[in-house]
């Protein structure tokens, strides 16, 4: 089992015990904010379980129907995921006004819910930074989007503790339903971002001007003559097509040994990165 599914494998088990603990606590209590944050979970376990099967799919070699491999499996995962929160964060609002609205706010065993909030922001920060760490190190997607839940739980989880504290505090109950409408903006803010970063690739999107600029510079110390240079992007799969002069009256031998240089080189300076090169001729000036 690699580090990827690894990792997933932990993000689901973490979100299973904190959903049974936030239901039961939420429904002790009667606060709409921990239900609202049960949900939000949830919604993170579904994703959580997206990503388990994304990163073991997106990590089968290329075959006869996928010639190029499985990568972009991770970007669907990352847009499923975002849009599970969104929908999430609707349902979050939606809840929160019918307490402003229509109902009495009944709110019992606060302390009980601001330490289930303490320590669901605790469990997610340790999870969360090891799924960021394997997500920045095997360029996984679908990881740093069940990362980027996770992250927003933390932030979620305080905010509802300290609106729990306040209304203990002063006694002002829609203090709880206002907490959580503001959690489901802040919700919504980051499925957006969310949706942007995984959607993008699927268009075949280049690599960022950092990278880009990377390569370029590694081909000029490479001495590479070259044109026409393009990248994109697959899941944590890199694409490299470049056109490359040579001198017009060396062998094919020779000019396929410079090419697998070039790719042998490329290869050794970044993971899971495929490159096609075009032979042209260098004409003499």
Known sequence: MNAKVKVARLSIVSN??????????????????????AIHSSMDLI????????????????DSRHPYGHGKVENI????????????????????????????????VIWLGSSVMLISAIVNTLVSRK???????????????????????????????????LIFITGIKWLD??????????????????????????LDTAWGEDEIEDLERRLNQMEVNYHDLRTR??????????????????????AHSYCDMIEDKLNSLYDNITVTIHVEPQLKR
């Open 16 to 37: 299973t015990f904190l959903i049974i603990l936030k239901i039961v606590v939420g429904l002790l209590s009667g606060s709409v904010s921990i239900i609202s944050e």
């Open 131 to 165: 799924l960021y760490k394997v997500a920045r190190e095997t360029k996984s997607v679908a990881l740093e989007a069940d990362a980027l839940h996770l992250k927003t739980d933390v932030y979620t989880s305080a905010g509802v503790a300290v609106g729990l504290g």
């Open 77 to 108: 995962s990352g847009v499923i995921e975002a849009i599970l929160i969104f929908i999430a964060a609707i349902w979050i609002i939606t809840e929160a006004v019918k307490k402003l609205l229509c109902e009495e706010i009944v709110l019992d």
């Open 177 to 202: 339903p206002f907490v959580a409408i503001l959690v489901a903006l802040f919700i919504i803010k980051e499925s957006y971002s969310l949706l942007r970063r995984a959607f993008t690739p699927l």
């Open 233 to 254: 992007v697959a899941g944590n799969y890199r694409f490299v097509d470049i056109h490359v002069e040579i001198p017009e009256d060396e062998s094919v031998g020779n």
């Open 47 to 62: 994703a959580a379980l997206i990503a388990f099967f994304s990163v073991k799919v997106s990590d089968n070699p290329p």
